[in-house]
């Protein structure tokens, strides 16, 4: 049992920093922050909780030691470069770490959307059509910050409260919404999609009130209107 544990955790180390001899050209600037912390323990300690920070620290403090060992320009000058090309030969000899492109990759998601509530918003997006949007109360601040592109109807005790948005609210908390009600919303505020969570049970559905489902996308549906009242 230890010996997996012990596995695993050595494992999940590797996978984090990487290959080659990244481990030691860290365990190494951590010896250097050790030694030359001069009663800055606290201070130091906190480069070493990442890998970037620690190793920038011991290159630095690598150079500027061999610079100060020489009093004449020119012998600075030259050990300064002695001093570069030793640190970059470290770098780059230290292998692949979490900052290498093969580690990273730009978020598709950057705001952090639910993935239901983002594929609808994108959907609507691509729609190519009116981006004023009906939307469940909960889900307006997702809207409005992901693009400004969204007209948004749909506040949750927002400033500028609309009366509409007051009756949305209210039927939005019950389980049974009355569609005819949010349709007539909508419509009367040019919205020509309407967003809706799927965990409702309304007696009669907003299908029937001139909007028909565009898409679905896990825990929201996306209603688009094709009929004018």
Same mark, same amino acid.
């Given at each position: 049992?230890?010996?997996?544990? *012990?596995?695993?955790?050595?494992?999940?180390?590797?996978?984090?920093?990487?290959?080659?001899?990244?481990?030691?050209?860290?365990?190494?600037? =951590?010896?250097?922050?050790?030694?030359?912390?001069?009663?800055? =323990?606290?201070?130091?300690?906190?480069?070493?909780?990442?890998?970037?920070?620690?190793?920038?620290? &011991?290159?630095?403090?690598?150079?500027?030691?061999?610079?100060?060992?020489?009093?004449?320009?020119?012998?600075?000058?030259?050990?300064?470069?002695?001093?570069?090309?030793?640190?970059?030969? &470290?770098?780059?000899?230290?292998?692949?770490?979490?900052? #290498?492109?093969?580690?990273?990759?730009?978020?598709?998601?950057?705001?952090?959307?639910?993935?239901?509530?983002?594929?609808?918003?994108?959907?609507? *997006?691509?729609?190519?059509?009116?981006? #004023?949007?009906?939307?469940?109360?909960?889900?307006?601040?997702?809207?409005?910050?992901? #693009?400004?592109?969204?007209?948004?109807?749909?506040?949750?005790?927002?400033?500028?409260?609309?009366?509409?948005?007051?009756?949305?609210?209210?039927?939005?908390?019950?389980?049974?919404?009355?569609?005819?009600?949010?349709?007539?919303?909508?419509?009367?505020?040019?919205?020509?999609?309407?967003?809706?969570?799927?965990?409702?049970?309304?007696?009669?559905?907003?299908?029937?009130?001139?909007?028909?489902?565009?898409?679905?996308?896990?825990?929201?549906?996306?209603?688009?209107?094709?009929?004018?009242?």
């Amino acid at each position: 049992m230890i010996k997996e544990m *012990l596995t695993g955790l050595y494992a999940g180390l590797r996978e984090f920093a990487g290959t080659g001899a990244v481990i030691a050209f860290f365990a190494v600037s =951590v010896l250097v922050l050790i030694l030359t912390a001069n009663g800055k =323990v606290k201070e130091r300690a906190l480069l070493a909780l990442s890998f970037v920070p620690a190793c920038g620290f &011991a290159v630095s403090e690598f150079l500027s030691a061999a610079v100060r060992s020489q009093k004449k320009t020119a012998h600075k000058l030259a050990i300064a470069l002695t001093a570069v090309a030793i640190s970059l030969l &470290a770098v780059f000899s230290s292998g692949k770490s979490v900052i #290498s492109p093969e580690f990273t990759e730009r978020a598709e998601n950057p705001v952090h959307v639910p993935d239901d509530i983002y594929s609808a918003m994108q959907f609507i *997006l691509q729609d190519g059509g009116n981006c #004023s949007v009906l939307v469940d109360p909960e889900w307006s601040a997702y809207f409005e910050s992901f #693009s400004s592109s969204f007209t948004v109807t749909g506040h949750k005790k927002a400033a500028g409260f609309s009366d509409d948005e007051g009756v949305l609210n209210f039927e939005m908390s019950k389980t049974t919404p009355d569609m005819r009600k949010i349709a007539s919303i909508a419509r009367r505020n040019g919205c020509t999609y309407v967003v809706l969570p799927d965990d409702i049970w309304p007696e009669v559905p907003i299908t029937k009130f001139g909007y028909e489902t565009a898409g679905e996308f896990g825990s929201c549906i996306v209603y688009k209107e094709v009929t004018s009242p």
